[in-house]
């Protein structure tokens, strides 16, 4: 079965610093990853996806992720944290093919908080 | 652009009582989605509908009901609520399969209390 594990409840940074958050993943074959984010009382949002391609992948709000297939990690950053980044972020992994988003399996979740 | 539009945002049940959480989408999307969230559980999927007129079960589906009353609306039904559905709803869509252009679009939410 596929799985996806966000090994930090919360990760702490400070305003201006690099910020990363951690993902590692397992699915059978090639993955679709993706990152989401949830902030207070809200949806989650979609920030990026990878499918294929080149392996750095950049996305929404200046966010970036690392896929890693050696290492099976696809982890968030962002080269300098805003204070309005402070949320809840979310990995996601699909088997590569056909299929809707039953296929996804999301992570716990990973608290940022940005400490100005 | 409303999106996906989730009513209520709160909502208090008595164990036994029954009640619907309804979810619009007016994107034109084909598949929509229940989540539930869990502190410590991430998003586990209770019933999705891949398109108009077709549902199945999710990871969770025990003690929940759907419907696919068309395309733009998809409801979650509680039967005869008990505390373990306390949670939080989410519904989403997205405009087909997965692919190089899917992201789901996701509502607020519906905060559920079952006391």
């Known amino acids: 079965a596929q799985s996806v594990a966000q090994p930090e409840d919360q990760v702490n940074v400070a305003e201006g610093n690099p910020l990363t958050v951690k993902c590692t993943y397992s699915v059978s074959g090639n993955p679709y990853l993706f990152w989401y984010v949830q902030y207070p009382n809200r949806g989650l949002q979609f920030l990026l996806k990878y499918i294929t391609g080149d392996n750095l992948v950049k996305g929404s709000y200046g966010f970036e992720a690392e896929f890693n297939k050696s290492q099976t990690s696809f982890h968030l950053k962002k080269p300098s944290a805003l204070v309005s980044d402070s949320a809840l972020y979310f990995c996601a992994v699909s088997p590569l093919g056909r299929g809707g988003y039953q296929k996804v399996t999301f992570g716990t979740g990973t608290k940022l908080q940005v400490i100005p | 652009n409303a999106g996906v539009t989730q009513t209520p945002k709160f909502q208090v049940l008595k164990t036994g009582q029954s009640m619907t959480l309804q979810c619009a989408q007016d994107m034109n999307h084909n598949s929509m989605y229940w989540y539930r969230q869990d502190p410590g559980m991430g998003l586990r999927l209770i019933y999705y509908?891949?398109?108009?007129?077709?549902?199945d079960k999710g990871e969770v589906p025990n003690g929940y009901n759907v419907s696919r009353l068309n395309k733009r609306e998809f409801s979650l039904r509680l039967e005869s609520a008990a505390p373990s559905q306390t949670s939080v709803y989410f519904c989403?869509?997205?405009?087909?399969?997965?692919?190089?252009?899917?992201?789901?679009?996701f509502g607020q939410g519906t905060r559920l209390t079952v006391v």
């Open positions: 989403a869509s997205t405009l087909g399969g997965l692919g190089p252009n899917t992201e789901a679009f």
């Open positions: 509908s891949a398109s108009e007129g077709t549902t």
